[in-house]
C-alpha cells in the first residue's frame, strides 16, 4: 500500500526534477501550471511491483513487463512530440509482440449460425487493427483528468459484472481485476488531486498503456479463458471505441487530419457545458448503460441482433457528434 502511494509521488518528484513537464496553451491544455506527464510509469512500476505479490499466470505477467515497450514509446512520443507515420510503426511493433505471447483473436463468436466464424489466417491483422483503435480511443479521452483512467476502471468493473451474470467470475481473474486496477485507482486519485495530492497527467505513455492492457485482458478472458462471449467484448469498450470511430469519420468528411489534436470531442463540450466532475460521471455512467444495454440485447435476442445494435449505437454517436460540433464550432 505504501508503495503504491509513495511511487506516484516520487514520479512526480523526478519528473519536475528532469523537466518532464506538460505546459498549458489556450487550444486544448486549460490546466495552469506545467504538470509531469510520466502517470503511466508509474502505473506501470506499480504493476511490475505488485507481480510478486500475486498468482498471475505467465502470460498475464508478460503481458505487463512487456507493456513497458509502449510506455516507453509514448513517453518519447510525450517528449518529442513523433510524426504520425513513426508513432503508428511503433505501436503496431509493440502489439504484436504481445501478440506473440498467445493473446490473439482467433474467433469473433456465433453470430450468425452455431457455428463459431474462425479468423483463421486473418487473426493477427484483425488483432492488431482491435488493440490499435482501443490504445487510440484511450489516447482520445485522455482530453480531461480522470476520464481515460475511469474509464479504464469502469471497463474493469463491467468485465467482472458480466463474468458473475455468467457465473465465470473465476478466482485468479477476479485477482487480476483487483490488482490492475489498484494502480490506475492511484493514479486517478493524483490525476484529480484528491486530498491536495500532487497532479500528475497520463500521458501518452499512460493512455497507451491503460489502452493496451485493457485490450489484451480482455481478449485473455474472452479467447484464451473463454470466460465471456467475444460478442459481449465489444460493449465493454463500447464508449471508448465510438469516440473513436466518430471523431476520425467526423475529421475524414471535413478532411482534417486523423490524428492531429482538438477539440472535437464529446467530453470537451460537456466539460465547457457541465464542468469537470459532472462530466466524467455523466461519461462513466453512459459507459455503462451502454454496456448493460449491449449485455441485454445480446442476451435476449443473440449475437446478430446485438452486432447490429453496436452498428447502430456507433451512427447515432457520429450523428450527435458532428451535430454538436457544427452548432458550436468546436472543430
Not at 518528484?13 to 523537466?19: E, G, Q, V
Not at 482530453?143 to 478466482?171: E, H, P, R
Request: proline content about 3%; some cysteine; charged content about 10%.
Amino acid at each position: 500500500g505504501v508503495q503504491t502511494c509513495a511511487l506516484p509521488i516520487f514520479t512526480y518528484w523526478i519528473s519536475k526534477r528532469l523537466k518532464l513537464l506538460d505546459y498549458p496553451n489556450r487550444n486544448r491544455k486549460l490546466h495552469l501550471q506545467p504538470t509531469p506527464y510520466t502517470g503511466g510509469v508509474a502505473i506501470l512500476i506499480i504493476n511490475i511491483l505488485l507481480i510478486k505479490f500475486t498468482n498471475y499466470d505467465i502470460q498475464i505477467k508478460n503481458l505487463i513487463i512487456l507493456s513497458s515497450a509502449i510506455v516507453l514509446l509514448g513517453f518519447l512520443d510525450d517528449k518529442y512530440n513523433l510524426q504520425v507515420p513513426l508513432r503508428v510503426f511503433f505501436q503496431v511493433a509493440c502489439i504484436f509482440i504481445i501478440i506473440q505471447q498467445g493473446f490473439l483473436i482467433t474467433n469473433l463468436g456465433k453470430i450468425f449460425s452455431n457455428q463459431e466464424i474462425s479468423l483463421g489466417t486473418f487473426s493477427i491483422i484483425f488483432t492488431i487493427i482491435c488493440v490499435a483503435i482501443i490504445i487510440n480511443g484511450f489516447n482520445y479521452l485522455d482530453g480531461i483528468d480522470g476520464l481515460a483512467s475511469s474509464l479504464f476502471i469502469n471497463s474493469l468493473m463491467t468485465t467482472g459484472i458480466f463474468l458473475c451474470l455468467q457465473q465465470n467470475f473465476v478466482q485468479d481473474i477476479k485477482e487480476i481485476l483487483i490488482f490492475i486496477s489498484i494502480p490506475v485507482i492511484t493514479f486517478f486519485l493524483f490525476n484529480i488531486r484528491l486530498l491536495k495530492l500532487p497532479k500528475l497527467f497520463l500521458g501518452d505513455n499512460g493512455s497507451l498503456l491503460i489502452g493496451i492492457m485493457l485490450s489484451f485482458l480482455l481478449i485473455y478472458i474472452s479467447q484464451n479463458k473463454k470466460l465471456i462471449e467475444p460478442g459481449l467484448i465489444i460493449w465493454i469498450v463500447g464508449l471508448i471505441f465510438f469516440d473513436f470511430f466518430s471523431t476520425n469519420i467526423s475529421r475524414f468528411l471535413k478532411k482534417k487530419t486523423a490524428f492531429t489534436p482538438g477539440t472535437d470531442h464529446l467530453h470537451f463540450f460537456l466539460r465547457k457545458k457541465i464542468g469537470l466532475y459532472k462530466t466524467l460521471f455523466l461519461l462513466n455512467f453512459l459507459n455503462i448503460i451502454i454496456a448493460f444495454y449491449g449485455y441485454a440485447t445480446w442476451y435476449f435476442f443473440g449475437n446478430l441482433f446485438s452486432l447490429i445494435n453496436f452498428i447502430i449505437f456507433a451512427i447515432i454517436y457520429l450523428i450527435l457528434l458532428n451535430k454538436i460540433n457544427f452548432k458550436k464550432n468546436l472543430f
